[in-house]
């Protein structure tokens, strides 16, 4: 930091692009954002217009922008490094004790605020204290974005500034190397990454337009820490993947003075979450080679992130259906082998709550009670796919249109792609004549495929350049959060297949999930080699989200800079 290189101008790109509310999804606010990321890289140049540069705007369905600027070497080679970033951010609601939520995306006057909150409290919690130490330093910017992931970009825009820079002699450095750059900044990745997935096909379209070869992707998502130990910082080589297991809820209503007629729907979802949530036999693990080290890394259990009943309103009667969906990280896992997990811990949930009903029953009645006997159910477990067959039974061979125009009906209803699964699930399971109680079992949107750590130039190159650093660097394998990464390289084989298996919205006529076996097929085209050097902070999508400016806006900047240089070496 005696010499610093990048900090300033990273600093700078960052606060600016904070202070656009480029919350996703937001169509004008993302492209304001995508049209001063153009601006920036482009300053250099008079109207933007310079004969080795190249820039664009690639457009998603609902119409919001990535932004790509090709800058070319002299040497007319085809060998070329993504840059990539993306630039939406979550939410801002917690944002609403300082008075206005806007105030996260203004570093200065939030820090004021926070400062005023944090001297007028007598005890603060572990994250407060941690924020508040860190506050005082004057090394973190704090603010909704500082991490995750303005900087991510802002450290993107310098770089391709840096290398398209000419000096007192008119020379730039892009120039010396063999190899060109691509900055690519995506709206959407919080969502469900339809910035991404829209620039895939430019992508190919501009690999064989300019006649380039991707040799790699540095993507400049956020790093955290992964243990106690607040100074290490990692580099990735590989991402995680997402499924999102998701089951509709059959039970059986009745009256609430007499329970033991019926099964809760609310209380199979119940033990479903209580049968999956952090279960330890749903962690992934994936041992492999990294460099000269065989490392073993496993993936965070699932986590619920809806439970449900599908009651419309107040009555005195027991939920006759739910919906749960839960996120799971997964790294070599494929749907079909998920597929079989989720029906097995479906079986055991339901299991479960019938043994309760039975072991309630005869408590009730030892202590005198009266109610009728519990019937003897006909438990059911069906995966989608097995619905869809028992459907087309049922209806023949006009299913498809059927089910095209009750998404087109149920599109306006949904407020998303889950509500929508869960929707056309409940119509089928009518259709069917699926009785509870059930569980039938399915993928809602988004799918990201995990990428696999692999030795490339990429790997081999910022292996070299992190041993001339001070800091405590480690080259590891999955990054390991949500990221576009995912839609750069395909590593799972017949995903198509087992996704239009057992995901109800995808390969569907009405294209209302971007996702589909076309798109994977031009990821699989794609093929690119992934590696994840990003700025460091914490709380990424909290209250307290910062970034820590030293590492992120000086040493970041400065590893990236020179792995581009060491792949490039001519």
């Given at each position: 930091?005696?010499?610093?290189?990048?900090?300033?101008?990273?600093?700078?790109?960052?606060?600016?692009?904070?202070?656009?509310?480029?919350?996703?999804?937001?169509?004008?606010?993302?492209?304001?954002?995508?049209?001063?990321?153009?601006?920036?890289?482009?300053?250099?140049?008079?109207?933007?217009?310079?004969?080795?540069?190249?820039?664009?705007?690639?457009?998603?369905?609902?119409?919001?922008?990535?932004?790509?600027?090709?800058?070319?070497?002299?040497?007319?080679?085809?060998?070329?490094?993504?840059?990539?970033?993306?630039?939406?951010?979550?939410?801002?609601?917690?944002?609403?004790?300082?008075?206005?939520?806007?105030?996260?995306?203004?570093?200065?006057?939030?820090?004021?605020?926070?400062?005023?909150?944090?001297?007028?409290?007598?005890?603060?919690?572990?994250?407060?204290?941690?924020?508040?130490?860190?506050?005082?330093?004057?090394?973190?910017?704090?603010?909704?974005?500082?991490?995750?992931?303005?900087?991510?970009?802002?450290?993107?825009?310098?770089?391709?500034?840096?290398?398209?820079?000419?000096?007192?002699?008119?020379?730039?450095?892009?120039?010396?190397?063999?190899?060109?750059?691509?900055?690519?900044?995506?709206?959407?990745?919080?969502?469900?990454?339809?910035?991404?997935?829209?620039?895939?096909?430019?992508?190919?379209?501009?690999?064989?337009?300019?006649?380039?070869?991707?040799?790699?992707?540095?993507?400049?998502?956020?790093?955290?820490?992964?243990?106690?130990?607040?100074?290490?910082?990692?580099?990735?080589?590989?991402?995680?993947?997402?499924?999102?297991?998701?089951?509709?809820?059959?039970?059986?209503?009745?009256?609430?003075?007499?329970?033991?007629?019926?099964?809760?729907?609310?209380?199979i979802a119940a033990e479903l979450v209580r049968e999956i949530n952090l279960n330890p036999t749903w962690m992934d693990k994936w041992t492999g080679k990294l460099g000269n080290e065989t490392i073993t890394e496993i993936a965070v259990p699932p986590v619920a992130l809806q439970m449900r009943d599908l009651k419309p309103l107040y009555n005195a009667e027991t939920a006759g259906d739910a919906f749960v969906y839960v996120?799971?990280?997964?790294?070599?896992?494929?749907?079909?082998?998920?597929?079989?997990?989720?029906?097995?811990?479906?079986?055991?949930?339901?299991?479960?709550?019938?043994?309760?009903?039975?072991?309630?029953?005869?408590?009730?009645?030892?202590?005198?009670?009266?109610?009728?006997?519990?019937?003897?159910?006909?438990?059911?477990?069906?995966?989608?796919?097995?619905?869809?067959?028992?459907?087309?039974?049922?209806?023949?061979?006009?299913?498809?249109?059927?089910?095209?125009?009750?998404?087109?009906?149920?599109?306006?209803?949904?407020?998303?792609?889950?509500?929508?699964?869960?929707?056309?699930?409940?119509?089928?399971?009518?259709?069917?004549?699926?009785?509870?109680?059930?569980?039938?079992?399915?993928?809602?949107?988004?799918?990201?495929?995990?990428?696999?750590?692999?030795?490339?130039?990429?790997?081999?190159?910022?292996?070299?350049?992190?041993?001339?650093?001070?800091?405590?660097?480690?080259?590891?394998?999955?990054?390991?959060?949500?990221?576009?990464?995912?839609?750069?390289?395909?590593?799972?084989?017949?995903?198509?297949?087992?996704?239009?298996?057992?995901?109800?919205?995808?390969?569907?006529?009405?294209?209302?999930?971007?996702?589909?076996?076309?798109?994977?097929?031009?990821?699989?085209?794609?093929?690119?080699?992934?590696?994840?050097?990003?700025?460091?902070?914490?709380?990424?999508?909290?209250?307290?989200?910062?970034?820590y400016m030293p590492y992120s806006f000086e040493t970041v900047p400065q590893i990236i800079c020179q792995t581009i240089k060491h792949v490039f070496a001519k």
């Amino acid at each position: 930091m005696q010499n610093k290189i990048w900090f300033d101008e990273v600093l700078h790109f960052t606060k600016t692009l904070m202070g656009i509310v480029s919350v996703s999804p937001n169509i004008k606010n993302e492209n304001k954002c995508a049209d001063v990321i153009r601006d920036l890289t482009l300053a250099p140049y008079q109207n933007g217009k310079q004969p080795d540069v190249f820039s664009d705007f690639w457009f998603t369905e609902d119409g919001r922008k990535n932004f790509a600027c090709l800058l070319r070497s002299k040497r007319n080679s085809a060998k070329t490094i993504i840059l990539m970033g993306h630039f939406d951010t979550v939410g801002v609601d917690d944002f609403a004790r300082y008075g206005d939520v806007n105030i996260a995306f203004q570093p200065e006057q939030l820090i004021e605020e926070m400062k005023k909150y944090f001297q007028s409290k007598n005890d603060l919690d572990i994250s407060e204290q941690s924020a508040w130490t860190h506050l005082q330093t004057g090394d973190w910017l704090f603010g909704r974005g500082s991490v995750d992931m303005k900087s991510g970009v802002a450290i993107n825009i310098a770089i391709l500034r840096a290398f398209a820079k000419p000096d007192e002699n008119g020379n730039r450095l892009i120039d010396e190397l063999d190899g060109n750059l691509l900055l690519l900044a995506c709206p959407d990745e919080e969502i469900e990454s339809a910035g991404v997935l829209a620039a895939v096909p430019n992508l190919l379209k501009l690999r064989e337009k300019e006649n380039l070869n991707y040799i790699g992707v540095i993507n400049t998502d956020y790093t955290a820490p992964r243990n106690e130990n607040e100074n290490t910082r990692f580099i990735y080589s590989g991402t995680v993947g997402k499924l999102l297991p998701s089951f509709y809820i059959l039970g059986v209503r009745t009256h609430v003075g007499e329970i033991f007629r019926g099964v809760d729907a609310s209380h199979i979802a119940a033990e479903l979450v209580r049968e999956i949530n952090l279960n330890p036999t749903w962690m992934d693990k994936w041992t492999g080679k990294l460099g000269n080290e065989t490392i073993t890394e496993i993936a965070v259990p699932p986590v619920a992130l809806q439970m449900r009943d599908l009651k419309p309103l107040y009555n005195a009667e027991t939920a006759g259906d739910a919906f749960v969906y839960v996120n799971w990280l997964t790294l070599q896992i494929n749907p079909l082998e998920a597929m079989k997990k989720m029906r097995d811990s479906a079986k055991q949930a339901l299991g479960q709550v019938m043994r309760r009903v039975e072991e309630s029953y005869q408590a009730f009645s030892n202590l005198g009670g009266q109610s009728q006997t519990p019937l003897e159910w006909n438990e059911l477990i069906i995966s989608y796919d097995e619905l869809l067959h028992k459907a087309s039974q049922e209806f023949g061979d006009t299913l498809s249109g059927w089910m095209k125009n009750k998404v087109d009906e149920f599109s306006s209803q949904a407020k998303d792609s889950r509500e929508l699964s869960c929707l056309l699930v409940a119509e089928l399971a009518k259709l069917a004549k699926i009785n509870g109680p059930a569980i039938i079992t399915f993928f809602s949107p988004p799918y990201y495929p995990s990428v696999l750590p692999q030795e490339n130039e990429l790997t081999r190159s910022v292996a070299s350049v992190i041993h001339e650093f001070d800091d405590e660097i480690q080259l590891r394998g999955f990054f390991p959060y949500i990221s576009d990464l995912s839609y750069m390289r395909l590593d799972t084989s017949d995903v198509s297949v087992n996704l239009k298996k057992n995901m109800p919205l995808f390969d569907l006529e009405n294209k209302v999930y971007l996702l589909d076996s076309n798109k994977l097929n031009e990821i699989k085209s794609l093929n690119c080699p992934v590696i994840n050097i990003g700025p460091f902070g914490r709380d990424a999508h909290g209250l307290y989200e910062r970034v820590y400016m030293p590492y992120s806006f000086e040493t970041v900047p400065q590893i990236i800079c020179q792995t581009i240089k060491h792949v490039f070496a001519k």
